[in-house]
Each structure stands twice: as structure tokens, then as C-alpha cells.
């Protein structure tokens, strides 16, 4: 709800210092409220803080004043509410918890930027008499009498200036003479315009898409908190599902939030929003400049903007009366932030922010995320299938190429089957286009034999051992055995010539391409080449208008992209990561080959997948390659239940950062035995190893893991990490990924 103005006599504040109690102030007449930043005494300075509550009467006798106010309003009354919630749910300082809330640029203080702006003052005809009277044409107030009077409403001085060449000094002639007007006007530097777009109206919904929809509305206008799953293939209309339930709740003046992954914010999404709505819409990402998302937060605050699209952080946008909140791909690993505390899951917090509001929650998914999808199974959520693709076209066929055969037939490790290759040359012939995927997400070295393709495994554990840059080592990531490289074999030959690290780069992947088709014009899209600030909008731009043939690219092109001339698409190395020694790996790997075979056949043609691997025996690829997600959920669901990973219990990752192994290793055998010693009945503790990432940034990565029935438990035991100099301590609630 929106907050009403208030003049309190006392204020709490939490100030921006290693003070991590609220402290009293006395207001000095200020309008202030929850979430207000203001400058406050403390210990001779003023510092910033905010204010976390209002009071009637002070704490103590002798209160400091106020000193002045920042920023009235910073933030809606809920999301003070959701802030204490992630405090204790991320088990991190609530003082951490709102500097995370806050964007950036209410932290500092910046100035709204205003503009000169003309108008005429005195009637028309008097100003027509005025501008007659003065013989020259030439003359500067002649000028701008005559511009003045071409315009309905009047004109930015900049502007004025630029179309009329005059100087600045007949402007204020005439300002004395009480001709025009000349005022101050804020600009507002958040807003796209909709100058560009026709707007497209509401496609008439399939039967699927219509029921889903209606179990949205009806939530939506009964007021009641509800989340609803929807699972949707790719290509069945999810997103003309959530612009309908925008359009209706912006009819019932409810706020909407929409959320998808950062990559996914591309002008593809952004356009087909705008082309939809003719008011106001906030796009937060996180190129903004300062003043920008200023103007946004300033716009949303105030009312005037009710829907906000962003990633993950634009989840505490301060929409007013929100009453919608839609989290696309909602299995996408950057809703969670990792590198930081709080590290929270925006789609967790966006449910428990419907619910904090008796709002509608979307979530949307071709491959939901198992705890999401285990979540609708025990009816948490509502669940509504989209199991055809909107424009009726059929779902790719996908080919299963063993690469082992490959590897034989040419006599070293192929890059490119032939039947690859043959599709890509008819693709070339006929003017179609071809998508090759190459991940990198599973592309951490480890051994591998090059003439019976064994993995090097550990003896323990059976995960790949894999390879540590800085130590120069071989490492099981569970267990802690290491092996120097040269002293590798295979267990299966007992060669250790063959030995060789695998995994081709994109790069390679475009050398190797460019060699057998020498004419075809082939893009490249990876971290390499979209680096600088709106390359992957031209690289998309230059791929969708037929510029290329082939684009080469990693998890970039994988999601939400939709190219309809593409009918081939090609998953060179669909193997790596399952050799990624974490519980989700095989979770992570159908979501990523579902989304890349989803790029295919898009438009008018039907499309084709040609899925590279060595490993076609396991089911994770098969049931991919199917689509069948429910049978591999109910395979996959068991294993979990097994060894006792999420849904089935909590889990937290402690992660410790040193800037020497010694002292890394130290600690965490220390914290180990610490756990061990003071362990609640339901916990496991998996202890302490070096992350996959062993060295990041200078600083060494070590971690432990807790697995617990009862999240209590685990709070016990992250409350026993005592500070230790030089160790940077990351508590990881629900984390996404136990390896990296
Ligand atoms: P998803 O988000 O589920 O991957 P999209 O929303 O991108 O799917 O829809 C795929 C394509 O189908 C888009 O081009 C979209 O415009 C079109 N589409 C969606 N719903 C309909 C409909 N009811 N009738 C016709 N076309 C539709
Ligand atoms: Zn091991
Ligand atoms: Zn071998």
C-alpha cells in the first residue's frame, strides 16, 4: 500500500556504519517515513542512514535531531516487511538486508534534473501585435515571439535556443516585458518512449493458454494471494499469458512486476512489453546510469509507474498496490545472487512478497526448477500446462548423434559429426539458419583418454577429477584426493599417453567452421564478444536480419532468444555438464538442452536438433531429447530423495574466501570439527573442501556444506561461525550450485 506522508515526532535509523542497531532521533518537522534516508549526527559527523521506524515518544531522555533529508521516500511499507524476512530466512545482517533493497543512487544524492522550459504568456493576439510591430525580421525577439507562437504548449529552452539562433538575453527581454514565461521543469531520464511502437493487440488466447490465464484473474480479483506455476514448452505462449494478466490487473489498478533473467532483457522483451501498453513503463537493468534509476524509483514510487520490468534486483522495486508479480524462466540461475550476502533467490522472495501482499505470483517455465515443480506437485502451488506451441507448428525433432562412433570413424576426437555437417550444408543451400551451442558453463578441464574416451575418475567418489590451474593438480572435488597430471591414466587402457585435457572453445569451434564452409558468414556470441555495452542487442539484430548464417554461442543464445529463420540447431558438446560433481547437474543439464533445442523451428519451417554427446546412455539425455520432463523429474526426484538433497532437506553452503590456502585450510578444518562437535541431530555435514573455483579474484575458496530437516538446525549451526581475521565468511541459504 502506498505510504502516506507523515510528520513523526521520533525516528529509528539505521545508519550506514558498523552500528547495527537501530538508533533514536528527533524529527525536526521533517515528512518522513519507513524507508525515508536522512543525514543523522553520530559521534560528532553526520552519517547516512534510514529510517526503519517512526515513534511517538523517544527511547532515551536526551535525543540528537535530525540533519536533513536525502530521500523522503525510498521504499514501500512491504518492503521493509520483506527485508526483515530475508534478514532472517539468508541469515544475514538486516542492515546488510536494506543496503541490498536500496538502489545504488537513493544511497547517494542526486539531483532531479530540471530544464528550462518556454511558454507564452501574454494572449495570442497580443503577441501577434507584439511580434508585427517590429519591423526587423532579423530582429532575435521577433524570432522568438514567432516560434513561440508556431508551438501549442511551449518549448524546452535548449530547444528554443538551437531553432531560433538567438542568444539567451532577448529570452529574458522578453520575460521582463511579461511576454512568456520561463520556468524550471523536471525531466524525467527513466522513461522509454513509446514513440516507436504501433501498438499490437491482445492475440485471441488457444484453450491452454485461455484456462491458465483464468486461474490468474481469478486470484487476481479475489485479492488473495496465489502462486501459479506455468509450465509451458517452449514456444507455447507463456508470454502472451503474462500480458494479458498485466493488462487485467493494471485494469483492476494493480502494480506489476516482471521479471525475467538478465539475459533475457533484451530489446526482443522489452518491445514486445512496450508494444502492448501505451502507459509508462520502468525498464531497471543494470546499465542505468545513477540518474536514471533515480528517475525510475522516483516515477514507480510516486504512482505514476506501475509496471517495472527488470532482473533479479528489480524485485524490490517500490511498486505502488502491487498486485502482480511474474517471474519468467524461473529456473534461471541469476535470480539467485551468489557473490554476496544476502544470497537470495528473487523468485523465492517474489513469492513470499505476493504472499506478504495478497498478490498473484507467476512463475514461468518450460523446465521449472525441482523444487518448484515438487512445490506444485504437493499443492503449494497452482500448476496450468501450455503443452502445444502457440503457433502450432511441432516441437523440433531432435537426433541423438553418438560421438564415440564419430571420434572412430575419423581417428581423433571430433569436433562436428557428419551428420552435423551434412545438415548444416542443405541449412546453407536453402537460405536457413543455424544455431551452434557450445556450453561453457561445464567447461572446467578435466582427462580424458583419447582412444577409449574414459574420463578420469576418482576411486572414492566416482566424479571426474578436474583440473586446478594455480595448484596444477588434479582434484576430486568431494573427497579431497589429488593427483598430479602427468602421473594420470586410464583405468581403462592403463595408457597414460593418451591422456589429454578436453573441450574445444567457441572460438575454435568458429576456426574449425569457417575451414569446411569457407563461404558462409558465421557470428559468434560469448562473453568475448558482447563485452562492451550493447553488442549483444547488435549481434541479435545482425543474426535476426539474415546478416549470418550460423551463430556460434554459448548459454547466451540459449534462452529467450527467437529467431524464426532457424531451423537447425546444433548442441556440440551436450556432455560436460554432467560431469559436474554437484546434485544438480543433471537438473541443469535438461534445463539447458530443452532450452537450446527450443531455439529450433520458431518460424514457419519445422526445426531440427542434432544433439552431440558421448554419453547417449544416460537418461538425462534422452528424456531431453524428448522433452519428457515429468519422467525425468520422477527419475531424478528419487535420487534426490536418496541422499537426502533439496526438496527433501535444506541445504547451505558456507563459503570461505582467504587470501592464503594455509589459513583457508586451517579454518576450515577448524569449523568442521566445530560443526561436528556442536551438531543438531538432523544435520549432515559434508566438510570442508576447496571449491571448484579453488582461487577467484586472489582469494582462495574453500567450503563446507550442511544438510538439515529443519532450517532452525541450520541456523544454530551458522550462528556458531566465529569471525576470523583475514576470512571472508559467505553464508549460501538454498544454494543453486555446490561446486563453483
Ligand atoms: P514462450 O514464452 O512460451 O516461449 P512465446 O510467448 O514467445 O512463447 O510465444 C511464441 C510465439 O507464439 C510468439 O511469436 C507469439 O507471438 C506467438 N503466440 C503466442 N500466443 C499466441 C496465440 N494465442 N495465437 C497466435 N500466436 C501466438
Ligand atoms: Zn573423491
Ligand atoms: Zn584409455
Redesign the pocket.
Known sequence: MASSPLIPPFVEVLVDQRVFKPLCYENSGFSLNVGSRVLVPLRNKSVKGTVVGCLNAASFQKVAKIDSVLVEESMTEDLMDLAKWMSAYYLTPFQKVLTTLLPASLKKKIKKEEHYFVTRRAPIADLIEAASKILDPKNPQKRVLEYLLMQEKGVFLSKLLEETGVSKSPIESLVKKKWIDLKKLEVDRSLFTHEDFLLSPP????EE?QQALNKILLSLEANKFHTELLF?V???????VYLQAIQKARSLGLGVLYLVPEIALTTQTIDRLLSRFSEQIAVLHHRLSDGERFDAYRGILSGKISIVIGARSAIFAPVQNLGLIIVDEEQDGSFKQTEEMPCYNARDVAIVRAKYLKAVCVLGSATPCFETFYNAQNLKYGISYLTQR??QNPLPEVKIVDMRHEDDKKKCRALFSDLLLNKIEDRLKKGEQTLLFLNRRGFFKCQICTTCNETLKCDQCDVCLTYHKGENILACHLCGFTQDPKDAFCKKCRSNETMRFQGPGTEQVERALKAVFKEARVLRMDRDTTRHKGSHDALYREFKSQKADILIGTQMIAKGL?FPLVTLVGILNADSMLHIPDFRSAENAFQLLSQVSGRAGRGDFPGEVVLQTRLPEYQVIQHASKEDYQNFFEEEILLRKQFDYPPFKKMCRIVLQAPESALLDRFGTFLTHLFEKNRELDVDILPYTLCGLTKAKGQYRGQILLKAQKFTSLKKMVLLIPKAEKIKILVDVDPLQTFF
Do not use: C, P, W
Not at 517452449?234 to 502472451?240: C, D, N, P, V, Y
Open positions: 492475440k485471441k488466447l488457444n493458454q509451458g517452449t514456444g507455447s505462449g507463456k508470454t502472451e502457440a503457433k527467437d
